[in-house]
C-alpha cells in the first residue's frame, strides 16, 4: 500500500498542532497549580490564657475611702434634724446685779389680818369702763410735766398689791425705819412698768426711792384710762409707804 505525499503532510501538520494544544494546556495546568494560595495550618498553643488585674495605687484607695466617709457624714448631716437652739438667759436689771441683800427686818413680819389683807383674791374688781374717778378716766397727778422728759402723769391703779416680801429685798439695811419713796414708770402690755425713775423720797438719803424703783420689774398696775379706754405706754406715778409699825407695813400707791 503505498501513501501520496500530500496526505502524509497532512497528518504530520494534525499531529504538530495536537501536540501543541497538549503541551499549553499543561503549561496553563501548571501556571494555576504555582499560582494558587498554599493554606496555613493553625496550630493551637496548648497554655491556657493568663489574666491579670492592675490594682490602683495605695495613694487613691485612700482618697476614695475619704471621700466616701465625708458623702456618708454629708447624708447623716442632712438626715438628721438640726438641734434646738438654746434659749438665751433672761438677764436682769445690772443694778439688781450689784444688790446686796439686806438682812431681814423686823417691821416687815406679818399677822393673820394683814396675810387676809393681801389675798388678792378678796381685792373687788373694777369694770373696765371705770377708772380712779369713777367716770372712765384715771385721775392725773397734779402739775403739769411732772414725769421724765414733761410728760404728764397719772395715779397709780393697782392690779396687785407687791406683798412686803417682794419690797423687803430691795430695803437698803442702813434705810430708816419709816418712809417712803416715789417713782414714776411707763406702762406696758400685761399691766407690767418698765423705764422707772426716781421722783423723791422721804426722809431724804434712805435709799427708799432706788429700792421701789429697783422692785418694780414686779409690779402689776392698770393702765391709764381716758373715756374708758386704757392708754397703754403713758406714764404712772408709783409711792410705796413704808413702816416699822406692823399695822401700817406694806406699800400703798398715791
Same mark, same amino acid.
Given at each position: 500500500?503505498? %501513501?501520496?505525499? =500530500?496526505?502524509?503532510?497532512?497528518?504530520?501538520?494534525?499531529?504538530?498542532? #495536537?501536540?501543541?494544544?497538549?503541551?499549553?494546556?499543561?503549561?496553563? +495546568?501548571?501556571?494555576?497549580?504555582?499560582?494558587? =494560595? !498554599?493554606?496555613?495550618?493553625?496550630?493551637?498553643? *496548648?497554655?491556657? $490564657? #493568663?489574666?491579670?488585674?492592675?490594682? $490602683?495605687?495605695?495613694?487613691? !484607695?485612700?482618697?476614695?475611702?475619704?471621700?466616701?466617709?465625708?458623702?456618708?457624714?454629708?447624708?447623716?448631716?442632712?438626715?438628721? &434634724?438640726? =438641734?434646738?437652739?438654746?434659749?438665751?438667759? #433672761?438677764?436682769?436689771?445690772?443694778? +439688781?446685779?450689784?444688790?446686796?441683800?439686806?438682812?431681814?427686818?423686823?417691821? +416687815?413680819?406679818?399677822?393673820?389680818?394683814?396675810? @387676809?389683807?393681801?389675798?388678792?383674791?378678796?381685792?373687788?374688781?373694777?369694770?373696765?369702763?371705770?377708772?380712779?374717778?369713777? !367716770?372712765?378716766?384715771?385721775?392725773?397727778?397734779?402739775? $403739769?410735766?411732772?414725769? *421724765?422728759?414733761?410728760?404728764?402723769?397719772?395715779?397709780?391703779?393697782?392690779?396687785?398689791?407687791?406683798?412686803?416680801?417682794?419690797? @423687803?429685798?430691795?430695803?437698803? @439695811?442702813?434705810?430708816?425705819?419709816?418712809?417712803?419713796?416715789?417713782?414714776?414708770?411707763?406702762?406696758?402690755?400685761?399691766?407690767?412698768?418698765?423705764?422707772?425713775?426716781?421722783? /423723791?423720797?422721804?426722809?431724804?438719803?434712805?435709799?427708799?426711792?432706788?429700792?421701789?424703783?429697783?422692785?418694780?420689774?414686779? %409690779?402689776?398696775?392698770? $393702765?391709764?384710762?381716758?373715756? /374708758?379706754? &386704757?392708754?397703754? /405706754?403713758?406714764?404712772?406715778?408709783?409711792?410705796?409707804?413704808?413702816?416699822?409699825?406692823?399695822?401700817?407695813?406694806?406699800?400703798?400707791?398715791?
Amino acid at each position: 500500500m503505498t %501513501f501520496s505525499s =500530500p496526505s502524509w503532510s497532512r497528518l504530520r501538520e494534525r499531529g504538530g498542532g #495536537v501536540l501543541f494544544a497538549l503541551g499549553l494546556n499543561g503549561l496553563l +495546568l501548571l501556571a494555576l497549580l504555582t499560582m494558587a =494560595p !498554599q493554606l496555613e495550618q493553625r496550630v493551637e498553643d *496548648p497554655r491556657n $490564657p #493568663v489574666t491579670f488585674e492592675m490594682a $490602683p495605687a495605695p495613694a487613691k !484607695q485612700e482618697a476614695r475611702a475619704e471621700k466616701s466617709k465625708e458623702r456618708r457624714k454629708e447624708k447623716a448631716a442632712a438626715a438628721s &434634724p438640726a =438641734p434646738p437652739k438654746p434659749t438665751p438667759p #433672761v438677764k436682769r436689771p445690772k443694778d +439688781l446685779e450689784k444688790l446686796v441683800l439686806p438682812s431681814p427686818m423686823p417691821f +416687815l413680819e406679818m399677822d393673820s389680818m394683814q396675810m @387676809a389683807a393681801a389675798d388678792i383674791g378678796k381685792i373687788p374688781k373694777k369694770d373696765a369702763g371705770e377708772g380712779a374717778s369713777g !367716770q372712765g378716766n384715771s385721775s392725773m397727778a397734779a402739775g $403739769p410735766g411732772e414725769g *421724765p422728759g414733761g410728760v404728764q402723769l397719772f395715779e397709780a391703779e393697782w392690779y396687785r398689791r407687791p406683798s412686803p416680801a417682794e419690797l @423687803a429685798t430691795y430695803i437698803p @439695811a442702813t434705810a430708816p425705819g419709816d418712809g417712803w419713796g416715789l417713782v414714776a414708770c411707763k406702762t406696758v402690755e400685761n399691766f407690767r412698768v418698765e423705764n422707772c425713775q426716781a421722783l /423723791g423720797e422721804s426722809p431724804q438719803g434712805s435709799g427708799f426711792a432706788r429700792a421701789v424703783r429697783l422692785a418694780a420689774w414686779q %409690779f402689776l398696775v392698770r $393702765p391709764p384710762r381716758v373715756n /374708758g379706754k &386704757p392708754m397703754i /405706754g403713758s406714764w404712772v406715778r408709783i409711792r410705796i409707804d413704808y413702816s416699822r409699825k406692823p399695822a401700817d407695813s406694806g406699800a400703798a400707791g398715791m
